[in-house]
Structures are given as structure tokens and as C-alpha cells.
């Protein structure tokens, strides 16, 4: 018992390590095949013309944008997230430049439409009629018959496949806050960073939500059940032992936390809980029986072991067989989620015997629930049914 209890001790503790090192899929997930001719269009589109997933942008609907404080304000919002860690360049209107001839070098050059500093009304209204008079920027960075404006952001694509995105992200849409606030204009920010972002962390907070309201509510249902706090204590740390064992296992794999892959360690929690139910219910029952403590353990691992064995086979063929579709979300959530829950039963095939086995015998409050008369007349009812009424049910 002592050495399967410290490997299993050790061995999670690597499971640990492996666990803190899994990191957030901030790219969409692939749900279709891979061979799937709408994608193979997208993959040879992306090559021939590259990919934009690394462009931000910032949309206003505005009738003053070129009065000057407005005007002011916009510029200043550009300098601003120009400052911002890991934006490479901003395409908007206070940036915009024109092509002059240089007629000394023979060549074209790109001057600056609007200067940085912009002291009078006639000012901006000159340097705006000559933005007017280029048509190139028509329907790219304004729409004449709208008045909506457009600033397009380019993010360090290297940055945005990492953690310090949401931090990039979060500072891109304050500066926008503080637009809103100064001018009273409503701005609308998009693009695939901002979706992205958005997505995987509303992800890392479900899971986080998911995971522990799985366990509190596991936890609230087992006090109820078996009014034992030791039992109730046994049975997290078999769950909780299972989940650092999936988090582990889905690095190991090559995979990172994606909206499916974040549903397995509640999935976990909901499979293993049910394994320590059968295994300290059938342990009680024996001891009620026969009074003795170890052969109520023997009859716990020799009756229940085999059924709740085949009971998470069966589980984890259900959840394994998306493993065989050609979705690559899919076939990552089988494969973690098929060894996940074979994980969770030979956890709690080593951990609950050996545990109770050095806990005292389980006291009278313990196994009050095995004549629970509500319970009982429930059960006999449903057998009644069963066996007298077999044709109606």
C-alpha cells in the first residue's frame, strides 16, 4: 500500500510539473477536416495571398472626426497605441501619406498628409482636402456616404501566439475608452486578435468556473450522502489527482487547451466522483455484513473493481472514438479524454483502498445513509415496479 501510494504521489508530481507547462490555443480551432476541399481553397488562398490575423481594427461613424479637437484626439489615439508593445505599424487617416516627385533624384517619395502638430482649424481643413483628392484611400480608410472612419492595427504575429496578447489587447482597447470618453464618439474595434483573445480567455475562465463548480457541487452531494468528512476528502483528492493527470496528459500529447479540450478535467471530476461512490458504497454494505475492515476492503476491490472497471471502459471508448474523425478538435479531445478516464479509475483503484484501508473502521453517522428510508422506499418502489408491472414500464 505505502509504495503504490508514493508512486502514485511521485508520479503526479511529475504529471504536475507537465501540467504547468500546458499553454491557452489562442488560434481558432480546426473543427473541419483537414482534407476537406473548402479547406484546402482556404490553405492555398492563404498562400498566394498571405494571412491578415494579425490586423486590428477600429471603426468610427463620425460628421466632426476633422473638426480639430476631435480631429486632435484621434491623432492622439493613434500615438498612443503606436506606444503599445508589439503594434509594427498603424494604417489610418492621421498617418496617411501622399506620393510627391522628387524632381532632383527622379524618384517618388511618401510625405505626410497631416503634420504631427495640428494648431488651427485651416490647417486641418487643408491638409483634409488634399487627403480628399486621393482616391486610393476611398473605401480603405473612409467611407464618403457613411462618415465612418477606419484605423487599421498591426500586431506581432509571434506576440499573439502567446499569453502577452490579452495584455496587448487589453491596453489597444483602453486607449480606444479614453477616445470615447474625450470626444463622446462611440468606436467599434474588431478583428481576429480581439475575437481571439476574447475567445480563449472567456475559455480559461469557463474552465475555471467549470472545474470548481463540478467539484463543489460533487463535494456538497457526497457530505450529504455519506456525512463523512473523510470520505468527502478521499474521494477530491482522487478527482482532483485525475485532473492534474488529464492537464499532464494533454501536454504530453503535443496539445494546448482548446473550448473542447478544457471540457475534460470537469468531465474527469464527473466520471471519478461516481467511481468513489461505488467503491466506499460497496465497502460499507460489506462492512455492515461483516464487521470486519480489510474483508470489507477485499469485497470492495473484488466485486466493485471489475464493474466500475468496465463501466469507465466503456466511457472512454464513447469519448475515445472521436479520436478516429478527421477533425482535428475532435480527435484531440478523444485521445485526452480516452486516457483521461482510464487514468481516473486505476487512481482511484489504488488510492481508495489503500487510504481507507489506514482510516479507522467507518462509524454509525457513516452508514446512516444505507437505510435512509426515503431512499430505501424509492428503491423498493422501483423494483416493485419493475418486477410487477413489467409490460406498462
Request: proline letters at 3%; glycine letters at 6%; a positive charge.
Amino acid at each position: 500500500r505505502l509504495v503504490l501510494l508514493i508512486l502514485l504521489l511521485i508520479t503526479t508530481g511529475i504529471m504536475g510539473y507537465y501540467a504547468s507547462k500546458v499553454k491557452l490555443s489562442y488560434d481558432f480551432s480546426k473543427a473541419i477536416p483537414t482534407d476537406n476541399p473548402k479547406y484546402l481553397d482556404y490553405l492555398f488562398f492563404k498562400k498566394t495571398f498571405g494571412d491578415d490575423g494579425n490586423m486590428l481594427v477600429i471603426g468610427i461613424q463620425s460628421k466632426d472626426l476633422f473638426t480639430l479637437k476631435q480631429f486632435s484626439d484621434y491623432q492622439q489615439l493613434q500615438k498612443t497605441i503606436k506606444k503599445v508593445q508589439a503594434v509594427e505599424d498603424i494604417l489610418s487617416i492621421p498617418g496617411a501619406v501622399s506620393l510627391q516627385k522628387d524632381s532632383a533624384a527622379e524618384k517618388l517619395f511618401a510625405a505626410k498628409i497631416f503634420p504631427e502638430e495640428i494648431t488651427s482649424q485651416a490647417q486641418l481643413d487643408t491638409a483634409a482636402s488634399v487627403f480628399f483628392n486621393l482616391p486610393f484611400y476611398r473605401g480603405l480608410l473612409y467611407n464618403p456616404s457613411t462618415q465612418a472612419y477606419l484605423m487599421g492595427v498591426k500586431i506581432n504575429k509571434e506576440l499573439l501566439n502567446s499569453p502577452a496578447r490579452v495584455k496587448v489587447i487589453a491596453d489597444i482597447v483602453d486607449a480606444v475608452s479614453v477616445f470615447e470618453k474625450s470626444t463622446g464618439q462611440q468606436a467599434h474595434v474588431s478583428g481576429l486578435p480581439l475575437i481571439r483573445t476574447q475567445v480563449a480567455t472567456r475559455i480559461q475562465k469557463e474552465m475555471k468556473l467549470f472545474l470548481l463548480g463540478s467539484l463543489g457541487l460533487s463535494v456538497l452531494i457526497l457530505l450529504l450522502f455519506f456525512r463523512s468528512i473523510s470520505t468527502t476528502l478521499i474521494s477530491l483528492a482522487v478527482v482532483l489527482t485525475g485532473v492534474i493527470w488529464t492537464v499532464g496528459v494533454t501536454y504530453l500529447c503535443g496539445y494546448n487547451i482548446t473550448l473542447l479540450t478544457a471540457l475534460i478535467p470537469s468531465l474527469v471530476v464527473v466520471i471519478g466522483i461516481p467511481n468513489c461512490i461505488y467503491f466506499i458504497n460497496k465497502y460499507h454494505t460489506s462492512y455492515v455484513h461483516s464487521g470486519d475492515k480489510i474483508q470489507s476492503l477485499v469485497n470492495m476491490v473484488s466485486k466493485m473493481g471489475v464493474v466500475t472497471l468496465f463501466c469507465n471502459i466503456t466511457a472512454a471508448i464513447g469519448f475515445a472514438v472521436f479520436a478516429l474523425t478527421r477533425s482535428a478538435i475532435l480527435k484531440e479531445f478523444g485521445v485526452v479524454a480516452g486516457i483521461s478516464i482510464m487514468i481516473i479509475f486505476v487512481v482511484s483503484f489504488i488510492l481508495l483502498p489503500a487510504v481507507l484501508s489506514y482510516l479507522p473502521a467507518p462509524g454509525k453517522t457513516q452508514l446512516t445513509y444505507l437505510n435512509n428510508r426515503f431512499i430505501t422506499r424509492f428503491l423498493s418502489n422501483v423494483e416493485k415496479w419493475v418486477f410487477s408491472h413489467r409490460k406498462a414500464v
